[in-house]
């Protein structure tokens, strides 16, 4: 079995390499290639190319590298049609990858997309370009796939990796311990998460930094435990910590900058203030109450905001149907708004109701993913022929 392959990002990065796994468990020969991050060059994916290539975000962002990202996807392209795959498997990455799947599946490729465009959210006139695209979708969440089916568009639900591996039920001070977090039983801990892109992190950092700062004022005995995807992104955001703190090292002392280890430190925490993202999922699996921040380029927001058809942005409040989380963005994001809606976390009685939708939710995610779009892999090479 020879199988395309392309993710970009780390939670790409994180499905295709269970992806895989699962599928080699069952046929040990299977090879993979394409466009891969770490896990999945670990996994064994000869990477044609790194996944941080496709790491870009916002309509603006990916025009200041288009000419880069399209001279890859020819590339690929070219190397696909001259060495057919039994199939090709596009994760995440639509602009990119829905490109590529069309052409394939034009010269008579089998394509499946993991992980579903936000057609649901804005651009529905992709809808006819997925379609002619991708012969199945492997969605995340069950509201996509409905979305699908109400469409004629083939689709299976497989629930998320996430919600498999993180247990319905986490201890505070294990999770304390795990990562080495000295706290005394009463003292509160937020976990902040920038972003895991630098963009995001640029955009973020000195209004998560201002916001904490004002926090810490008005609760002193508070702890700022923050993690970072890579090193990029830890030197920027503690550059700007340490420009804001240089004369108040107390204040400093409270922070706490950690490489890697989001899960763990949000698990450890009582609050979580974090960039939109699949970071918010975890947090709602954490059940943690949270505060989602998105700040885009303005013409970005300006273009998403007109595009937009659905009332919320983060994935807790699209999951649940209901507003559970708050949702704050642009100028918005901002220490004056943030800060007493930060501190309200720690106090807020309301949100014991709420962490049991997240309990539900949870529970509804938890379809053993990864052996679960593995199996509709294999159904669908079965079903062309490819395997017996």
């Known amino acids: 079995m020879r199988i395309g392959i392309i993710a970009g990002e780390a939670s790409g990065d994180i499905l295709a390499a269970g992806l895989m796994r699962a599928l080699l468990e069952q046929y ?16 064994g994916c000869k990477a044609l190319y790194p996944a941080e290539k496709l790491s870009v975000m916002g309509l603006v962002e990916v025009l200041a590298h288009y000419r880069d990202l399209s001279a890859i996807r020819k590339e690929l392209i070219g190397h696909f049609l001259k060495n057919p795959p039994d199939v090709f498997i596009g994760i995440d990455a639509p602009d990119f990858n829905l490109v590529v799947e069309s052409t394939l599946k034009g010269a008579g490729i089998g394509t499946i997309h993991y992980v579903s465009p936000s057609v649901w959210a804005w651009r529905q006139y992709r809808l006819g370009k997925i379609s002619r695209a ?9 509201f996509e796939a409905r979305f699908y089916e109400n469409h004629n568009i083939s689709v299976k639900y497989v629930g998320h990796t996430l919600a498999d591996e993180i247990d ?6 294990d999770a304390r311990e795990k990562i080495n977090l000295k706290v005394d039983s009463e003292q509160s801990v937020i976990a902040v998460l920038p972003g895991s892109r630098m963009s995001e992190v640029t955009r973020l950092a000195k209004p998560f930094i201002e916001t904490l700062l004002v926090s810490l004022k008005q609760q002193p005995d508070l702890l700022f435990a923050i993690p970072f995807v890579n090193d990029k992104t830890h030197q920027f955001f503690e550059q700007e910590l340490n420009l804001q703190t240089v004369k108040d ?5 409270k922070f706490i900058l950690f490489d890697g280890h989001s899960r763990d430190v949000m698990a450890a925490s009582n609050a979580v203030l974090l960039a939109s993202g699949t970071a918010a999922l975890e947090a709602l699996l954490l059940k943690k109450p949270m505060i989602v921040a998105y700040k885009l380029a303005p013409v970005t927001y300006w273009i998403a905001k007109r595009l937009l058809q659905v009332p919320y942005y983060s994935l807790p409040n699209l999951l649940a149907g209901e507003c559970l989380v708050e ?4 100028n918005d994001v901002c220490s004056d708004v943030l800060s007493p809606k930060l501190l309200n976390l720690l106090s807020d009685e309301l949100w014991r109701d709420k962490l049991e939708v997240f309990d539900d939710i ?18 669908y090479l079965k079903e062309h022929g490819t395997l017996s």
């Not at 040990?28 to 996994?43: K, N, R, S, T, V």
């Not at 319905?168 to 001070?173: S, Y």
């Not at 090292?249 to 002392?253: K, T, V």
């Not at 949702?327 to 642009?330: A, C, N, S, V």
């Open 134 to 142: 991708v012969d199945l979708i492997l969605t995340l969440f069950p």
């Open 28 to 43: 040990p020969d299977a090879q993979f290639e394409g466009i891969a991050g770490p896990l999945m060059i670990e996994a």
């Open 327 to 330: 949702e704050i963005t642009q």
């Open 168 to 173: 319905l039920n986490i201890d505070i001070n």
């Open 249 to 253: 090292p107390i204040s400093r002392s």
């Open 362 to 379: 949870h529970i509804l995610l938890r379809q053993n993913a990864d052996q679960t779009a593995a199996l509709a892999v294999i159904d």
